[in-house]
């Protein structure tokens, strides 16, 4: 068994060792499964991919048991994935002034022929919302070697009850602020409204804007001594704005700041205007304040428009804005490279449970590929790198007799009941004697 196989062998082990016993077999399983990309070539289908692993009919139901009727659930594998690869050192969390970022966003696994689906997620594909099974994602965001890499630290599913993508964010970026250490912040697209994290009790938080964005000074104007007096302060607005052929200017900024980003042999020139001490348009005094920044970067045509609470430069800002993308690399892999994009799973549990472990096996399979050396496809690959589809290529070789030497713990649960004799010995009725005839003497 080579050295990679142990290493997968020793991570799967180590994420599931908290699950029940039996169930926790089953799993290890289903992430193997996963991680070798056989949900991919069964288009979806669970029991095909199990099968395709190697494993005997009756593991392929056990593990098809565990996925419907287990007892686990997702916070039990991040609260042990997270704490594995900080063990490891070699994942460096991203720090901008003090501050780490931790992104949020929302992922849906389409389901569009899933009957009585009752949540919905908007595909930029169609133009509309499809079935789907949406779950919101909080990841921590740093650096293995020189990949930019996002560790999952919390899952959230929608709820059947209320159907809307801002409940989700809601109790997204509810459950993401109890979780925030007193050095992280949040960071997020302009999908979060500010509003939004404000009535969620974000207290630090980095997002980015609408270019028609508009603000209010958090002081009230002096009174001019005629009419009344004002309720709301100044509106800020920082980019402008043309309405029915009128330009509405922009807003001075407050202050500004420049500086050089060097790419290589080339240097860039950016520039970052702050407007501090704001409230939301329709707040008056007294609400919760943030800062907006409006960083020009000469590589792009629009603007890069930011909302936030930290005492950041602009050049932290727009660092700290970067990593919100790495979050985009879980649902990629765990939809394109695992495999889950497509899905043949009904039970009301097992629709929400596949597309949560396709999610963890993508975080796996991500940071797997980035702390092993680089794996080529051949002798023409010259320029390899630590992908997570050459990591998957390598694992499809893997059959189910490479997975041996496991912990103690991960092994199947011996029923109580398998001394009972089994199928019809197994009925409690007793067997019953010859029919005797009537004319037949009865023995002495």
Not at 101 to 115: E, I, K, T, W
Not at 140 to 159: F, K, S, Y
């Amino acid at each position: 068994m080579s050295p990679l196989v142990y290493r997968m062998n020793h991570i799967l082990s180590c994420v599931v060792q908290h699950v029940p016993v039996g169930t926790n077999l089953g799993l290890f399983h289903l992430l193997w499964m996963l991680l070798s990309g056989r949900l991919l070539l069964s288009r979806g289908a669970v029991i095909p991919g199990l099968a395709a692993l190697g494993l005997a009919e009756a593991a392929v139901r056990r593990a098809w048991a565990a996925l419907a009727y287990g007892k686990w659930h997702a916070a039990q594998l991040l609260e042990a994935w997270e704490p594995f690869v900080h063990n490891e050192k070699v994942f460096h969390a991203h720090e901008y002034g003090g501050y780490r970022p931790v992104a949020c966003d929302l992922v849906g696994f389409f389901r569009p022929r899933l009957r009585d689906c009752p949540t919905k997620h908007d595909s930029s594909a169609a133009g509309k919302a499809l079935p789907a099974i949406p779950l919101g994602i909080a990841a921590r965001v740093g650096t293995v070697g020189t990949q930019r890499l996002a560790v999952p630290c919390l899952l959230v599913r929608g709820e059947a009850a209320d159907t809307s993508e801002a409940d989700l964010q809601m109790r997204l970026l509810q459950q993401a602020s109890a979780q925030l250490a007193a050095d992280e912040a949040l960071v997020c697209d302009r999908g979060f409204p500010l509003r939004q994290l404000q009535e969620a009790g974000i207290p630090r938080y980095v997002v980015r804007a609408p270019v028609n964005f508009t603000a209010r000074r958090a002081v009230l104007p002096a009174y001019r001594g005629k009419g009344r007096k004002p309720v709301r302060g100044v509106l800020v607005r920082p980019l402008p704005r043309t309405y029915k052929g009128h330009t509405i200017a922009a807003t001075p900024p407050d202050r500004q700041e420049t500086w050089q980003l060097r790419l290589g042999p080339t240097a860039l020139t950016l520039h970052a205007a702050f407007w501090d001490d704001l409230v939301c348009a329709d707040a008056r005094p007294g609400a919760p304040t943030f800062s907006t920044v409006l960083i020009h970067d000469p590589r792009f045509d629009e603007p890069l428009l930011l909302n936030t609470s930290l005492p950041l430069t602009g050049a932290q800002l727009q660092a700290f804005y970067r990593d919100r993308w790495p979050v985009e690399g879980l649902p990629l892999t765990a939809k394109q490279m695992v495999g889950a994009a497509r899905q043949f799973v009904f039970a009301p549990a097992s629709r929400q449970r596949l597309p949560e472990l396709a999610l963890v096996a993508g975080a796996i399979l991500m940071y797997s590929a980035a702390t092993q050396p680089v794996l080529p496809t051949g002798f023409w690959d010259r320029a390899p790198k630590p992908t997570s589809g050459r990591l998957r290529r390598l694992l499809a070789t893997v059959h189910c007799a490479d997975l041996e030497g496991l912990p103690e713990q991960l092994r199947k649960k011996q029923s109580p009941t398998a001394h009972l004799p089994k199928g019809v010995l197994g009925h409690r009725r007793q067997q019953r004697g010859r029919a005797v005839r009537y004319d037949t003497p009865l023995a002495a």
